[in-house]
DNA sequence: CATGAATGAGGATTCATTCAT
DNA sequence: TATGAATGAATCCTCATTCAT
């Protein structure tokens, strides 16, 4: 976003810290990885990272810059008017978002285990995620469906799977025992659940529907 | 589970720092966690946390031991008829061994992201609940209900979801926007997710049911 | 003053560093002194040096705990009846401190160009003289001589003199067409400049005296 | 004095190099005074300074190129008749040349406290002063005045008087407890501690006066 | 067994100086 | 001559682990 660099080469430098930043953080994880290991990677020494960062935390905050919390929000909000729909672009949204920035992601939730600064980002990562699942819970009861279930935790719970579904497949290399999901396949499951708790009959209605 | 100390006093010692460290884990993590910290908790020397065990690794496999993967997997599965019922014992019992567990918790899962070998372990922790809920999902449809997802997908992702929201909630202290949950709503919601991804009925059924 | 050390032994090694770090600010002055120098001297390796001091500043401050200001101002005030025999107690005090404590003094100097609470500190020695001298003068008006300069002004110039004096003799080898003081040289050459400028006739009094 | 810089510009840059430095050593101290400072005052790249000076230290003796030792010789010797005014008005140049070259003094005396060679300068101004001192000493006796102290002594006493009073009020903001002194009570002061020691009565003489 | 001091490997960081443009 | 990015030597500091008592 704001760069130190004034010429050409110094952007070069900038970007190849950055890039190199986001292999060392994805391949190692942003605990494991040192300056040393980012300096290698970028092709420079150590002492030149420190041209451009104070230290590990502010290299992971510059690429954070290039991501804000709004993006995960506006990928939780449904634009469609099929809910079913409305709710597989939004998953499909968070998971192609969580995939293009996984090394931030890895960054801000290893950070958020140690440092408050970071806990509370990820802390407003989540809540912006939660923000689109509560609107979309509105949106469905504007529509006539009650959910009869705590809409905050719900939100909660839904993020939450999201999140270290996510975290699972990219990052840790999955369930032993699962197949690896295809895009499609992951994205449907977990708008399959969202969708069957928000759009859920009540067992009075013999239509199968919810409302009111 | 086995003890190396002979002498009573020794088995005193042991005991402490067991306790100590999960009283660690718990309050600042495992990454943040010192052997000096949880000897000065146990009321014991640093040298004397190396008669016990190698490493801060060491110690957490000894906490590790009284806590087999087991107790996942038997926690999320059903031991009664009526399913909601036995879903809701399932999360019910995971959501309190999470509790009761926590610092094992917070030390497997921390370790998972630097050490291949908690990576195994934090995997067969998810492995026996998958187990679990995979578990369910026969017994579901071996009483008529199909079940039309990925079943290890769904599976892995309802896992992804109690384990992430326990984490999130006890051990990184929850959304801020989000009213703390008391045990029974969180139960509550976690139940209705799983149950009604599962038991949905198929749109064609007037009764609302999912039978075949 | 306060020591971390429990043990005989720890007692041992931080008296060690303690007197590694006299020997060696003395020897090459506080800026140039590095901790691995003051360890090797001590005996010890420089991580041990960690374990009672936080840094160079630290056990500087913990050397200047053993000498508080009181000390100079104690050495500046004169306790005797004959004014000249006071001043020159007061200046041997001085004199014979600033010897003693020489260590502390280089480091208090030279830290107060670079650290505004060491600054701060050098200001206080410099004070707690300026008092001393400051209730010489004023005792000297109560037996009827007057001060005819700005008694702060005069204070000032005089802890300056004593006090670089000390340094250019002590800390930096002397003047080099100057033959080396010895002892009472110094003191009655300072003690005079002293006496004679606050003792001094004033022109109309035939005795040589300066009463009012 | 000789300048290194061929071309206009460079001559241009030479100087802003000189004038930056300056004022950054009398900003901040010698010590504290980074190369990039400079530079940035200088408005010139740091790699730039490098076509003029080796370090840092070659700046500082570029510097006191144009202040030679002389100056602080003459600045002490008396022109006048009358040995009071002769006094003030050494005193008065001495005052006023340490505020002149402030930047240069700060510079020499840090250095003095790292560097041999530096210690060196530092002495050979102080030697200047001396001579001017010893100077005055000389024609106080040849005027018939004798001066019943050690010559070397006393003057070694006297330079660190003005040497240290300077140095506490120009560049280390004064004394907390005294009003700051303006450049006449200064002068007075300082002039009065001289004079009264070396033009001092022998007590045996009625007249108040130190003829032999 | 317990103690707590001692060790040293590992990594972060600074900044004077060099160098390609 | 000017630029400013790149370098790497030097030093600080942490903390797991060892060891003498």
Known sequence: MDTV?????GQRTEAAFLGAARQVF????YFNAKISDIAEVAGRSPGSFYNYYENKEEILEA??????????EASLKSRTGDPLE???GAVRAYWLTYRKYLPEMIGVFQMS?????????????????IRGVLA???????????VDLDHGTLASALVSMLESFCWTWM???????????DDETAIDTLSALWYRTVFHP?????CGCNRT
């Open 86 to 88: 409305g709710i597989r």
């Open 202 to 206: 009540v067992p009075g209605c013999a």
């Open 136 to 146: 979309g819970i509105r949106s469905a009861e504007r529509t006539g469906h009650r």
């Open 5 to 9: 660099a004034a010429t050409p080469k």
């Open 171 to 181: 990052a840790m290399g999955g369930d032993p025992d699962v197949d690896v999901p």
């Open 113 to 129: 285990m140690t440092d408050p600064e970071f806990a509370a980002r990820w802390q407003a990562n989540r809540a912006a995620g």
């Open 63 to 72: 690429l954070l810059d290039q991501f804000s919390t709004e993006v995960l």
């Open 26 to 29: 994805a391949e190692k994880g």
